[in-house]
């Protein structure tokens, strides 16, 4: 069974930066494709990027393209969302996921980031 937890959510104004993390631990880091949601107060849950095992494809939300980075690194079992040029409109809850193309993928209990204006 795989256990994802993320860290790294806060409170950051507008523009600024921020660096999600989202640790995998129990069964080893297999996980093919591996991905980043995110629900905003009142929406449905978004996609918004997701990465092979290797690392070699990415896909992003036409949303947060050119502005957010996801990256894995599978030694340290760990996968990453690097955000930048933050906007009001990115504020909501983010979710880490692995499986994303199976039936029943494994999700993280989520990271709050808040974007002031």
């Known amino acids: 069974q795989v256990q994802l937890v993320e860290s790294g959510g806060g409170l950051v104004q507008a523009g600024g930066s921020l660096r999600l993390s989202c640790a995998v631990s129990?069964?080893?880091?297999?996980?093919?494709?591996m991905g980043w949601f995110r629900r905003a107060p009142g929406k449905e849950r978004e996609f918004i990027a997701s990465?092979?095992?290797?690392?070699?494809?990415?896909i992003y939300a036409d949303s947060v393209r050119g502005r957010f980075t996801i990256s894995r690194d599978n030694a340290k079992n760990t996968m990453y969302l690097e955000m930048n040029s933050l906007k009001p409109e990115d504020t909501a809850v983010y979710y880490c996921?692995?499986?994303?193309?199976?039936?029943?993928?494994?999700w993280g209990q989520g990271t709050q980031v808040t974007v002031s204006s």
């Open positions: 996921a692995a499986g994303i193309t199976g039936t029943d993928p494994t």
């Open positions: 129990g069964r080893t880091f297999s996980s093919p494709v």
């Open positions: 990465i092979s095992r290797t690392g070699s494809t990415t």
